[in-house]
């Protein structure tokens, strides 16, 4: 059966939409890909700009001129940005090798046909996609049973299994595993242990890399945990401070040393509020942006392969 | 069961080890809290340890249904997720039957690539840059499109009736190339052969589309539409709490049930009102998602979840 391969050049030059059509639909994809980006070009923009002109004449995608004092301001107080760039990276790299060992740990199982109670237990994890307790409990559980309340593993427990995740690596290890592999491995004396990380693991690799890069995103992007759990500045993401700092256009002003310094001794500081935020915001999504072209394709190859088997 | 585990134990205890973080997660994160929908029932005061609070029975229901918020915020959950279920449907859908079309395969792999970017943005960067468009005193919108044009600004984040506009255009742009990426890779899935035989019939594209894309598209649509049914109840809590920057005046149209749960509990520290919410959307979502895997097991057994 032969499928449509998309090639990197003409397709079947005898079924090809109209010349007009295509125009259509590049000028189109044109358009829309610009509004991918503009939204992003224009924070950039106004970061860069000159905190005066941005009150006397707004946003605008070309700064009238470039300065850089947001930015000067925002390294002024490098300590909590650090700090909190320190917690993000932390709990992501943490977060996603913990994730990855423990999903791939409980779907191994669950993948081979001699479990006795293979079904239960998929189940058991099953179940969890389709019913739970609510936030209540939810929170209750991890500030008053676990005491982690302004604790860093507030930020990284909850998101550590997947179940969606779980069941995509145990269809994977049933799919791509052969049972050869894994019975001359047993003739060989190797126990199951052995066999889990020394045979099948390598060979998952791209769903294992799948699943780190989901999970490396989601961590990445959390601010929902820091909002709930979080109520000290040692332990915030980078992506709750970027929160804060949009709802509160005080808020870096209020928690700037540098800001204070200035004030303390006599100085007159007028912070810039407007171009701050945006720089802040430059500074939280950069690290997204820049891993972006590395990333997509195999974000894309994980997420169709996924959805087609899963 | 017990006692299969004894027996079991000594021949795959090596599983049973391997499976004990993710059960004990399970248990701790899901679990557990599951138990606690139990609050709901009961009226809970901080002074008091809370296994030792009187149980009230329905008392929280009554006074989270004789609220006029609980029809609010139900009324804004569906009719926000049923016109996203939707608008999910259809664009993408156009998106990945355009990309296919493209003579141009390098530029539809980069649009591809650009289109999927939103995705990859959380919801915090995504409120920064719809603030960008609406801020009202500097936003670009107002600043230099309404100005430029000789209009008055809008106070975007206090103008009640823009905003069931904005959330689905902004929840759409984030979701868009997710979705039209898999439909994408439906689309090359399917047989060539097809095609070429309605060429040879004198098929226009409009027909091959119609007749031929669309149908085989069919089944990953149901199925894609009624597993999103089975989660209307639930909703992006990061769109609706983020993007309005948590206007107040906005409430009445941004309100839904998981913003509602957060804002009882950790707002105003009313636990009772807040399982008791909590305890309804997860109730009717559990059934809804029962009742939408059943119809989805009808039409393709191996589709569905279970």
Redesign the interface.
């Known amino acids: 059966?032969?499928?449509?391969?998309?090639?990197?050049?003409?397709?079947?030059p005898?079924?090809?939409?109209?010349k007009l059509?295509?125009t259509i639909?590049?000028a189109?994809?044109l358009f829309?890909?610009l509004?991918?980006?503009v939204?992003?070009i224009?924070?950039i923009m106004?970061s860069i700009s000159n905190e005066q002109d941005?009150?006397v004449?707004?946003?605008?995608?070309i700064p009238r001129s470039v300065d850089w004092a947001a930015y000067e301001m925002l390294m002024k107080d490098w300590v909590q940005l650090l700090r909190s760039y320190g917690v993000t990276v932390f709990v992501t790299v943490v977060g996603t090798v913990l994730s990855v060992i423990?999903?791939a740990?409980?779907a191994?199982?669950l993948s081979?046909e001699d479990?006795?109670?293979r079904k239960?237990?998929t189940f058991?994890?099953?179940f969890?996609?389709?019913?739970?307790?609510?936030?209540?409990?939810?929170?209750?559980?991890y500030t008053?049973?676990?005491d982690l309340k302004n604790n860093i593993w507030a930020l990284i427990?909850?998101l550590?299994?997947s179940a969606f995740f779980?069941l995509i690596i145990r269809t994977f290890f049933q799919t791509t595993i052969p049972q050869q592999v894994l019975e001359s491995a047993k003739i060989d004396g190797a126990?199951?242990?052995r066999i889990?990380f020394q045979i099948v693991m390598p060979l998952s690799l791209p769903v294992l890399a799948t699943a780190a890069l989901f999970s490396t995103?989601n961590y990445?992007?959390?601010?929902?945990l820091s909002l709930?759990f979080i109520s000290d500045d040692k332990t915030l993401s980078i992506?709750?401070l970027?929160?804060k700092t949009?709802?509160n256009i005080q808020y870096l002003a209020n928690n700037s040393t540098a800001a204070s310094a200035i004030a303390a001794a006599g100085g007159n500081v007028t912070y810039p509020n407007?171009t701050a935020?945006?720089a802040m915001?430059v500074i939280?999504?950069g690290p997204?942006?820049f891993a972006?072209?590395f990333f997509?394709?195999y974000?894309?190859k994980g997420?169709?392969v996924g959805?087609?088997k899963g | 069961m017990a006692r299969a585990i004894a027996k079991n134990v000594r021949k795959f205890w090596v599983f049973y080890l391997m499976m004990l973080p993710g059960v004990v997660f399970l248990i701790v994160n899901n679990y557990i809290p599951m138990l606690g929908v139990l609050i709901a029932f009961k009226k809970v005061t901080y002074n008091i340890p809370l296994w030792e609070t009187p149980w009230v029975g329905l008392q929280n229901f009554k006074y989270l249904f004789m609220t006029n918020d609980a029809w609010i915020i139900t009324r804004n959950t569906l009719l926000y997720n049923t016109l996203f279920i939707v608008l999910n449907l259809f664009i993408p859908i156009a998106f990945a039957i355009m990309l296919n079309e493209m003579r141009n395969k390098f530029f539809s792999k980069v649009h591809q690539a650009i289109m999927f970017l939103p995705y990859f943005l959380s919801m915090v960067v995504v409120s920064y840059l719809v603030y960008g468009f609406l801020n009202e005193t500097n936003g670009f919108i107002n600043r230099t499109v309404l100005e430029g044009m000789g209009l008055e600004g809008v106070s975007w984040y206090f103008e009640r009736e823009v905003w069931p506009f904005i959330l689905p255009l902004v929840n759409t742009w984030k979701n868009v190339g997710y979705y039209a990426v898999i439909y994408f890779a439906a689309i090359m899935g399917f047989d060539e052969e097809y095609y070429e035989a309605a060429t040879i019939d004198g098929a226009s594209k409009w027909q091959q589309i119609k007749s031929i894309t669309i149908p085989m598209l069919a089944p990953l649509m149901i199925i894609m539409t009624l597993l999103q049914i089975g989660r209307i109840f639930y909703s992006d809590f990061g769109l609706f709490f983020q993007v309005p920057r948590e206007s107040g005046v906005l409430f009445p149209v941004t309100n839904v049930i998981d913003t509602y749960v957060y804002r009882t509990f950790l707002n105003l520290g009313d636990i009772g009102l807040s399982s008791a919410a909590g305890l309804y959307q997860s109730a009717v979502g559990f059934i809804l998602v029962l009742l939408s895997n059943w119809i989805v097991r009808r039409i393709d057994k191996d589709k569905a979840l279970f």
């Open positions: 059966m032969k499928t449509a391969v998309s090639k990197s050049g003409v397709s079947n005898f079924n090809q939409v109209s059509g295509n639909i590049n189109f994809f829309y890909s509004c991918c980006i939204p992003l224009l924070i106004i941005v009150l004449h707004g946003y605008s995608l423990i999903m740990l409980y191994y199982p081979r479990f006795p109670q239960f237990f058991f994890m099953f969890t996609m389709l019913f739970n307790g609510g936030l209540v409990p939810w929170y209750l559980v008053q049973m676990l427990l909850p550590l299994v779980v126990g199951e242990m889990f995103l990445w992007n959390d601010w929902y709930v992506q709750y970027m929160y949009l709802l407007e935020r945006m915001a939280g999504i997204i942006v972006y072209p997509q394709k974000f894309v997420l169709t959805a087609v």
